[in-house]
């Protein structure tokens, strides 16, 4: 080869198919026993919701029947519903959360 010859080696870009990740919501379910104020606490403990948030989110379950209160992938949702319904169990509250896939 020449010393003007350009050897150009063909750039094939490989992009493979990354599936985002399935995110699931979690959800907070009224009830007539658990205080307001524990519901609160859970959210700000297990949910990092901060006061004001956390209020809203308990009122919007306790007004509407159920709340979705933030959305995550599987493992930490599923982590989170346990953690805050071990919470409410040792308590002797049946406040119930569920995770449940997004559409
Ligand atoms: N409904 C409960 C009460 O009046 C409060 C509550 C809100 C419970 C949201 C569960 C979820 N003490």
Redesign the pocket.
């Known amino acids: 080869m020449g010393q003007n010859d350009i050897v150009s080696t063909p750039q094939t870009k490989v992009r493979p198919k990354i599936e985002k990740p399935r995110l699931y919501k979690v959800i907070?379910?009224?009830?007539?026993?658990?205080?307001?104020e524990f519901?609160q606490m859970i959210l700000q403990a297990v949910f990092r919701t901060g006061d004001s948030v956390g209020y809203h989110i308990?009122m919007t379950?306790?007004r509407k029947g159920s709340c979705v209160v933030a959305v995550y992938t599987r493992d930490v949702a599923e982590t989170k519903v346990k953690e805050a319904m071990d919470y409410a169990k040792d308590a002797g509250f049946p406040?119930m959360f569920k995770a449940e896939p997004e559409e």
């Open positions: 907070l379910f009224n009830d007539d026993y658990t205080p307001r519901v308990m379950a306790h406040l």
